[in-house]
């Protein structure tokens, strides 16, 4: 008989970082970056499936979607709260996790340094070395952890844009909802963050758009009175579209779209 390996806190750690990047849709053992993760640890592709589908099912706050398989350990959920924003196991604190997996893998000298030859696991999650010099570190610090950002509420919004529905994740950007230079606790949280394409990116910037606590988008007058009868149409057919915010793993925050759509109705 074969002896089970328990998962260190490191593995745990990795698989969680690893997780907060992949859509629950394609949790699977024929996720590339699954099997190389599975490489690295010297598990089967199937046991870190299986890990995954773990983290999944303590997130608490997930109504429907594809469920975990109820066997978390006290590693994960020790892990998993560890690297929660208030002790919310489903509102992972991106920038505190992702400086964690810098130090366990970009080290040379570490056994969980991943290889360039595991390139998906390494695009993934590692930071390569910054230039010398305190400024440069901290842009690159900045860019890398927006990277991260990007990559989390990307995967937490299942690849799709939450307004069009646009699945081409080369073409979505991660919008914070609390601005970056607002609230500096909120900076790096998932559910601080909305998948959308560039166009409504920047109308959500700019307050053109707002999108109410209960995920009603409300379009400005002069997004609506703008451009040709095709696009007005366009901008009417978003107009109080009711997003289901509820169903993403992580749910968007309903106080941080409250808070920021104050800024939005005297735009109307």
């Not at 260190?8 to 969680?16: C, G, H, Q, R, Y």
């Not at 601080?192 to 409300?218: C, E, M, R, W």
Request: glycine residues 6%; aromatic residues 8%; proline residues 5%.
């Amino acid at each position: 008989m074969v002896a089970i390996r328990n998962w260190s806190w490191e593995e745990v750690t990795i698989a969680l970082g690893l997780y907060a990047v992949t859509p629950a849709s394609k949790i699977s053992g024929k996720n590339k970056a699954i099997q190389e993760l599975a490489v690295l640890l010297g598990r089967t592709p199937g046991a870190v499936s299986y890990k995954l589908s773990n983290l999944l099912d303590l997130d608490k706050h997930r109504q429907g979607g594809p469920k975990g398989f109820g066997n978390s350990s006290k590693t994960d959920k020790e892990i998993m709260y560890k690297f929660s924003a208030d002790g919310d196991p489903g509102n992972l604190k991106l920038d505190l996790l992702h400086d964690t997996l810098a130090e366990l893998c970009t080290n040379r000298s570490s056994p969980f340094y991943i290889p360039h030859n595991l390139q998906k696991l390494r695009e993934s999650l590692i930071i390569e070395e910054p230039p010398a010099g305190v400024e440069i570190f901290r842009l690159m610090k900045a860019r890398v952890n927006q990277s991260y950002f990007r990559s989390s509420v990307l995967a937490n919004c299942e690849d799709r844009c939450v307004i069009t529905e646009c699945n081409i994740p080369s073409l979505l950007e991660a919008a914070h909802i609390l601005p970056w230079t607002v609230s500096r606790e909120a900076r790096m949280e998932i559910s601080n963050g909305i998948s959308l394409i560039p166009l409504f990116h920047k109308a959500y910037d700019q307050n053109l758009i707002g999108i109410t606590a209960n995920g009603v988008v409300k379009v400005s007058k002069k997004l609506l009175l703008s451009g040709d009868e095709l696009f007005r149409s366009f901008m009417s057919e978003v107009n109080d579209k009711k997003l289901h915010i509820e169903d993403y793993r992580t749910p968007i925050n309903r106080d941080y779209l409250s808070q920021r759509y104050q800024e939005f109705p005297h735009l109307l």
